[in-house]
């Protein structure tokens, strides 16, 4: 579920407007493969909990110190590679993980923070694509 709203949210930010999906190799074809390796859903009680008690709060930045991530938030992972369809030519590789914040507002739904950081990449995915295409309009995701 979560891996198809990824690529769903990629194919509408990318090919919706510059690209056309083919099914062989082709001129002017690049060839994409994107694996999801860590999507971890947040406890959203606790993780609000954390949030609003100083203490709890201290605990959870020290905890973002040693493995960059706070205390009970989502959180995932991609690796993401794209080359020449016809000759193999690497043209770009990524790997990230991004992992959700402390905010009094953030809302109770599990994987909350998992999809706002495959919507980032999706987008910071079309920003790449815009940017490799030499086009002056594109538009960098903010983090």
């Not at 940017?131 to 903010?142: F, I, N, Q, S, V």
């Amino acid at each position: 579920m979560v891996a198809t709203r990824f690529l769903l949210l990629g194919a509408i930010c990318v090919v919706a407007k510059n690209y056309q999906m083919v099914q062989s190799p082709g001129p002017d074809v690049m060839h994409v493969r994107i694996g999801i390796t860590e999507a971890g859903k947040n406890v959203p009680v606790v993780d609000n909990l954390t949030a609003a008690y100083p203490a709890a709060m201290v605990l959870s930045k020290g905890k973002k110190y040693v493995s960059s991530t706070e205390s009970f938030v989502g959180k995932a992972s991609i690796e993401a590679e794209a080359t020449d369809s016809q000759t193999g030519e690497l043209l770009a590789a990524g790997v990230d993980r991004r992992g959700g914040g402390k905010y009094a507002w953030k809302s109770f739904h599990r994987w909350g923070d998992v999809e706002e950081a495959y919507t980032y990449w999706a987008k910071k995915f079309a920003w790449r694509a815009c940017m490799m295409r030499g086009d002056a309009t594109c538009e960098l995701p903010k983090d």
